[in-house]
C-alpha cells in the first residue's frame, strides 16, 4: 500500500509542476476518447452503440488547432434472437476553434468542422444472418464532420474533454448520420525545447 502511495505522490507532483499550458501556439497533444453512438443505450438493448477514438492534436494560435485521429463507431441491431454489428472505421481530419473561454480560468469550448472517411463493415462482412440473407452491403464511405467540444484543464498536461459530433457519412448503406457524445482524455505533450 505504501508503493502505492509514493507513486501517486510522485504522479501527482509532476502534474502540479509541469510547466504547460492550455492552447500555446506550436503546442501538441494526443487524446483518448470514447460515448455512446445515437443516443444511450444499455448492451444489450437494440441499436445500443458506442465509440472510441484516439487523435494527435497541434494548436497553431491561441485560438485555432487541428486534428487527425483514428475513430471507431460501432452498432449493434437486434435481429429475431441475435444481433448485427455494424461497424465504421474512420481515420478523421478536423480543425477547431476557441468560441467560448480564457485559459486562466482553465474551461474552454471550441467548435469545429472535418471530414472522416473509411470502411462500414456490416455482420462482419457476412450477407447472411440466421439463414436470412441482409440487403444492407459493407462499403467505403465518407463525409463531413461538425463537433463542439468542451476542454477543462485537470493539471498542466491532463486535460478532461466533454464532446458531441455529428458525422455525415456518404454511401452509408445503413444511415448517413451518426451523432457522438462522449467524454476523453488530452495529454499534453512535452515542447521541444530546441525550437
Same mark, same amino acid.
Given at each position: 500500500?505504501?508503493?502505492?502511495?509514493?507513486?501517486?505522490?510522485?504522479?501527482?507532483?509532476?502534474?502540479?509542476?509541469?510547466?504547460?499550458?492550455?492552447?500555446?501556439?506550436?503546442?501538441?497533444?494526443?487524446?483518448?476518447?470514447?460515448?455512446?453512438?445515437?443516443?444511450?443505450?444499455?448492451?444489450?438493448?437494440?441499436?445500443?452503440?458506442?465509440?472510441?477514438?484516439?487523435?494527435?492534436?497541434?494548436?497553431?494560435?491561441?485560438?485555432?488547432?487541428?486534428?487527425?485521429?483514428?475513430?471507431?463507431?460501432?452498432?449493434?441491431?437486434?435481429?429475431?434472437?441475435?444481433?448485427?454489428?455494424?461497424?465504421?472505421?474512420?481515420?478523421?481530419?478536423?480543425?477547431?476553434? =476557441? &468560441?467560448?473561454? %480564457?485559459?486562466?480560468?482553465?474551461?474552454?469550448?471550441? !467548435? *469545429? $468542422?472535418? +471530414?472522416?472517411?473509411?470502411?462500414?463493415?456490416?455482420?462482419?462482412?457476412?450477407?447472411?444472418?440466421?439463414?436470412? =440473407? &441482409?440487403?444492407? %452491403?459493407?462499403?467505403?464511405?465518407?463525409?463531413?464532420? !461538425? *463537433? $463542439?467540444? +468542451?476542454?477543462?484543464?485537470?493539471?498542466?498536461?491532463?486535460?478532461?474533454?466533454?464532446?458531441?459530433?455529428?458525422?455525415?457519412?456518404?454511401?452509408?448503406?445503413?444511415?448517413?448520420?451518426?451523432?457522438? !457524445? *462522449?467524454?476523453?482524455?488530452?495529454?499534453?505533450?512535452?515542447?521541444?525545447?530546441?525550437?
Amino acid at each position: 500500500m505504501r508503493k502505492v502511495w509514493i507513486i501517486a505522490s510522485l504522479l501527482l507532483g509532476f502534474c502540479i509542476s509541469a510547466k504547460a499550458q492550455l492552447h500555446q501556439a506550436g503546442q501538441t497533444a494526443f487524446e483518448v476518447s470514447a460515448g455512446a453512438v445515437d443516443g444511450f443505450r444499455l448492451p444489450n438493448q437494440d441499436n445500443f452503440g458506442y465509440f472510441a477514438g484516439l487523435a494527435f492534436s497541434k494548436y497553431q494560435t491561441r485560438y485555432f488547432y487541428w486534428k487527425a485521429g483514428a475513430h471507431l463507431n460501432q452498432k449493434n441491431y437486434a435481429y429475431d434472437a441475435s444481433t448485427v454489428p455494424l461497424r465504421q472505421w474512420l481515420g478523421t481530419a478536423e480543425a477547431y476553434t =476557441r &468560441i467560448l473561454g %480564457r485559459v486562466s480560468r482553465s474551461l474552454i469550448i471550441n !467548435a *469545429g $468542422i472535418g +471530414a472522416a472517411g473509411g470502411y462500414e463493415s456490416i455482420n462482419n462482412d457476412k450477407r447472411t444472418v440466421e439463414g436470412a =440473407r &441482409i440487403g444492407n %452491403r459493407s462499403k467505403w464511405i465518407f463525409g463531413p464532420t !461538425a *463537433g $463542439i467540444e +468542451a476542454e477543462y484543464l485537470l493539471t498542466g498536461n491532463l486535460v478532461l474533454l466533454v464532446r458531441t459530433k455529428q458525422h455525415y457519412l456518404f454511401r452509408s448503406s445503413v444511415t448517413p448520420t451518426r451523432f457522438n !457524445a *462522449g467524454v476523453g482524455i488530452k495529454i499534453i505533450l512535452p515542447a521541444n525545447d530546441e525550437e
